[in-house]
């Protein structure tokens, strides 16, 4: 028969197999108690300096007569968590990260380009086509650009440079 000890240790760890997927649900249906089991990054924190760089998407659509479209990540993202989308984003269309990774379905040799899954461009395609009807989209621009941002005794200033673009042919 196992002691108390034993059985305070069973029903802890029963219990945070119970609590953590609730916790989980909770952060799809609304948003995650702070500090729960994802803590934040910290990215945005100013260094010492009082300088933080901050690495964001500008997402335009270019459609069949040549017009462009900006994209909002939200609405891109729809239906996802707000909390997934720079990591959404980073991992499907980052051309740094896409290198990094590489794709199990290109062969290794054949370029250095970013290569986008099939998969990927499946879903873009129906989501563009359920946010733009009746216009034909031919493709799509990513330019990620950094934002620094400096903050002094005299106030705040941003420069933006862009420094990657991932351009995905959706014809």
């Known amino acids: 028969m196992p002691t108390t000890r034993v059985r305070r240790i069973k029903v802890l760890f029963a219990s945070l197999f119970v609590l ?3 916790q989980l ?3 799809y249906v609304g948003s995650e108690p702070w500090p729960g089991v994802f803590l934040p ?3 945005s924190v100013p260094r010492m ?3 933080f760089v901050i690495r964001k998407p500008d997402i335009s659509v270019i459609f069949d007569d040549g017009r462009r479209a900006s994209v909002e990540i939200a609405q891109l993202l729809e239906g996802l968590p707000s909390s997934h989308h ?3 984003m980073r991992f499907n269309f980052d051309p740094k990260m896409i290198r990094i990774l590489g794709d199990k379905n290109r062969d290794a040799q054949a370029s250095s380009d970013p290569i986008i899954s099939a998969n990927v461009v499946r879903w873009l ?3 563009l086509a359920a946010m733009y009807p009746g216009q034909v989209p031919v493709h799509m621009e990513i330019v990620w650009v950094s934002l620094m941002h ?3 005794d005299d106030g705040a200033t941003t420069t933006v440079n862009p420094v990657d673009t991932l351009k995905i ?3």
Request: no cysteine; hydrophobic share 30%.
């Open 49 to 51: 300096n009082g300088e």
């Open 125 to 127: 395609k129906e989501r």
């Open 169 to 171: 042919e959706l014809q």
């Open 25 to 27: 649900g909770a952060k």
């Open 86 to 88: 720079a990591t959404t």
């Open 20 to 22: 953590l997927p609730l």
């Open 41 to 43: 990054d910290f990215g």
């Open 150 to 152: 400096r903050i002094t």
